[in-house]
């Protein structure tokens, strides 16, 4: 537990520090600190679940729930002022994109895959972000593809194909609907943050996660009753230390997280915030290892692959937007 506190709580430190500093390539910096809490987030989620020992405290949809309430609450203080500086009669079917997309479907998603993978084979799987988010722009958004983007999202498409393929190999008891979650939600992330960047980039960033957060509070209390998530720390001795990691998931690597990397994609491009999962996996996998979970060489070559094609695509473009 120490070692995962430490992590989200260095990721405090660094952000204030930068706040009160002018440095030259802020977003890079706001990129790598997102990075490090949400590549922390998959073994959080883990330890949401499991507790050291193997054993279930809460069920993969409770830490969903549990996860969105606590970023919703808050978030609460700031709804107020963003419903009133929004348009919400013209822009609610975004904001439901947004909250749903970006939100809600990956929160269960990721949750129930990492009831049969690994938190770092998650973490690798989620480095298809940037792919479909440069299909999205160029399928829904209009925006153009050079030569670069088109080779590089080739070389990504087949770096997950072999992810996809070796991890399920060393996986010992995850079966494919637990990695094709993941790469629904990574779908969903991409839809998210295109939605963001092209279609609300007008609000502030602070606005678009509460807002985002509060649509999904009652459904996330509903389902949180429904899975009659109280009785598990009234039965399980368990639950008070999986709690503290649901607590540090909701607070930092949800509620702070989504703000910061809502920010990023206003000020940058969707496809350079997108890019955040160049990192993120490499943290999962270390932090993964650190906790004993199994690799194999063949999966983290096909994460380089995966890497190095969404680098290709995304160099252009990082040059313009990193700024």
């Not at 609907?177 to 790469?183: E, G, N, P």
């Amino acid at each position: 537990m120490e070692n995962y506190l430490f992590i989200n709580n260095f990721a405090f430190t660094i952000f204030a520090y930068f706040c009160q500093v002018k440095i030259e390539g802020k977003y890079w910096v706001l990129l790598i600190l997102l990075s490090l809490i949400w590549g922390s987030s998959f073994i959080l989620m883990k330890r949401g679940m499991f507790s050291p020992l193997g054993e279930v405290v809460f069920n993969s949809n409770q830490v969903a729930a549990l996860r969105l309430i606590l970023a919703s609450i808050v978030l609460l203080p700031f709804g107020y002022k963003a419903f009133k500086r929004i348009n919400f009669k013209k822009d609610w079917l975004y904001f439901l994109l947004v909250a749903m997309c970006g939100n809600m479907f990956p929160a269960f998603l990721f949750t129930y895959a990492e009831t049969g993978i690994s938190s770092g084979f998650a973490g690798m799987l989620n480095s298809m972000t940037p792919i479909f988010t440069i299909f999205i722009g160029f399928g829904f958004f209009q925006v153009k593809m050079t030569w670069t983007q088109i080779i590089g999202s080739l070389i990504g498409s087949v770096g997950v194909v072999l992810l996809l393929f070796f991890g399920k190999s060393v996986s010992l008891k995850g079966e494919w609907a637990h990695i094709i979650s993941v790469v629904i939600a990574t779908l969903c992330y991409a839809i998210s943050l295109s939605v963001i960047r092209y279609k609300l980039k007008q609000y502030k960033s602070i606005d678009i996660a509460t807002i985002a957060f509060l649509i999904l509070l009652i459904p996330s209390l509903i389902i949180c009753t429904y899975e009659e998530t109280w009785l598990v720390f009234i039965n399980n001795s368990q639950a008070n230390s999986s709690f503290l990691a649901i607590s540090i998931l909701g607070l930092i690597g949800t509620a702070f997280a989504l703000f910061l990397f809502n920010n990023i994609i206003k000020n940058t491009s969707a496809l350079f915030a997108s890019s955040v999962t160049y990192f993120i996996p490499i943290v999962a996998v270390i932090i993964g290892f650190f906790f004993g979970e199994r690799l194999s060489v063949y999966q983290i070559l096909s994460m380089f692959i995966v890497l190095s094609g969404v680098f290709l695509a995304n160099f252009n473009s990082s040059k313009n937007t990193s700024h």
